[in-house]
């Protein structure tokens, strides 16, 4: 007993420090546009340098779906001064590790180094967006690298056209309607001209943050960036930022998907407030109330009580003009997606009539804050949040600050969203079933007989 009170004692302590610590940053602006964010951490010699895009697929105009998606591949083509191909080479025979990642609201790159190669990461961003290589080799190139990534990842994954699915029929007739990965046909059609047009509207010092974070000293990594960033010319076009106004569902909307499937899916989608509001916060502690661990509600309930489903699990997909708060689950063996349906529904329903005991509730904010703090323990954590916060709230020291904005979130906020959004008129309900479910057309002529 004794050693169990130190354990937890301990905990506590190590949560208190990590919670006090204090993320310290300067940031400032290029003449050219570029804002620059530096995060001083000498207690590792690694450093991540990142460069964040404020283009995403709802940036895209009408037949040109992809486009952000595909230039987060294109531009790892090389420049005039890089060898095309030779782009993860370089770093990672520098110590090095480099991705990037494309989402409906933005385009994120990044390298993380050993600190002594900082300038190396500095030269490899500042060449992507002074002159990426864009020409026919490249793009022919390309193309094929992502139709091989939409084979892999989705048209042969079971369940995993899901997100176009659902978000077609939730923002149907604005820009969220399609997801990043976006139209091949669009891609094929696209001339040399269309791409460099999109490259010169976005990818440009006025539309991105360089974030950096790690074993720098502040003063020597601003003349780095000077050297490198401050001769890139500030982009001369207008960057489009369309305004999503989703039109009313009309009622719940509901689809039938066969696919190569074992068993059968139910997936519900519930449009949602955009990422930052009072609302956004409330429904990010209401998805960890119901699927937050072995022990939330979905789980106990569904999995282990009733055994209705293989997995059930929420999340709330979150974006800068809105979002989705998706269910979904897997049915186990002897039962039925109506059934499983059922369960899922009455669990959100027991949100909005039953209150919420005060231990569940602490148990919520314990996993909360252990999230916040695990999410900035890595210099690649910290230079992502600090870009994210500044792109998509102005604000950078929420990374220092927005755990306060959980932590005022009540059991009647989470209570008040419930009923709110998770509403039958503001839901899309998908049932993916086994092809073999599938009913020919033959069977329906003999039906009707």
Do not use: C
């Amino acid at each position: 007993m004794r050693n169990t009170l130190i354990l937890i004692l301990t905990f506590a302590l190590f949560g208190a420090m990590a919670q006090e610590k204090r993320i310290d940053f300067v940031e400032y602006d290029l003449d050219n546009g570029l804002h620059v964010i530096l995060h001083q951490d000498n207690s590792t010699p690694i450093v991540n340098v990142s460069v964040l895009y404020h283009v995403g697929s709802k940036n895209e105009p009408d037949g040109r779906t992809g486009f952000a998606h595909f230039f987060e591949h294109l531009m790892f083509e090389g420049s005039p001064n890089i060898e095309r191909g030779s782009f993860f080479k370089i770093i990672q025979n520098a110590g090095g590790q480099l991705n990037a990642n494309t989402s409906f609201d933005r385009t994120f790159y990044y390298e993380t180094l050993p600190s002594h190669q900082l300038e190396l990461g500095l030269y490899m961003e500042s060449e992507r967006m002074l002159h990426a290589k864009i020409d026919s080799t490249g793009v022919a190139t390309q193309k094929e690298v992502v139709k091989e990534e939409k084979r892999t990842r989705i048209d042969n994954q079971p369940y995993m056209s899901f997100q176009s699915k659902i978000f077609g029929k939730a923002y149907e007739g604005t820009p969220y309607s399609w997801t990043p990965i976006g139209s091949f046909e669009d891609i094929d059609n696209a001339t040399e001209e269309d791409f460099k047009d999109f490259f010169e509207t976005f990818y440009v010092p006025n539309n991105a943050t360089l974030s950096i974070a790690g074993d720098i000293q502040i003063e020597e990594t601003k003349k780095l960036v000077e050297k490198y960033f401050a001769e890139i010319p500030r982009g001369t076009k207008e960057i489009p930022r369309p305004e999503i106004e989703a039109p009313d569902l009309g009622g719940e909307v509901r689809e039938e998907v066969f696919d190569n499937v074992q068993l059968p899916g139910v997936f519900q989608a519930y449009r949602m407030a955009e990422q930052g509001s009072e609302d956004y916060y409330a429904m990010q502690m209401l998805t960890t109330l119901l699927s937050g661990g072995q022990s939330s509600r979905f789980q106990k309930e569904i999995v282990d009580n009733k055994e209705i489903a293989a997995f059930v699990g929420s999340f709330p997909f979150a974006l800068e003009d809105g979002g989705l708060f998706v269910s979904l689950g897997l049915v186990n063996v002897g039962k039925t997606p109506e059934e499983l349906e059922e369960a899922m529904i009455a669990e959100i329903e027991r949100v909005k009539t039953e209150p919420i005991s005060d231990r569940e509730f602490q148990k919520l904010q314990n996993q909360i804050e252990n999230d916040f703090v695990s999410s900035n323990s890595t210099v690649r954590g910290i230079a992502e949040s600090l870009a994210d916060y500044h792109v998509y709230y102005g604000d950078a020291d929420l990374i220092n600050s927005e755990i306060e904005r959980y932590m005022s979130v009540t059991k009647e906020d989470i209570q008040r969203v419930a009923k709110k959004y998770l509403t039958p008129d503001n839901r899309v309900t998908l049932y993916y079933l086994p092809k073999s479910a599938q009913q020919k057309p033959e069977d329906e002529k003999l039906d009707d007989q």
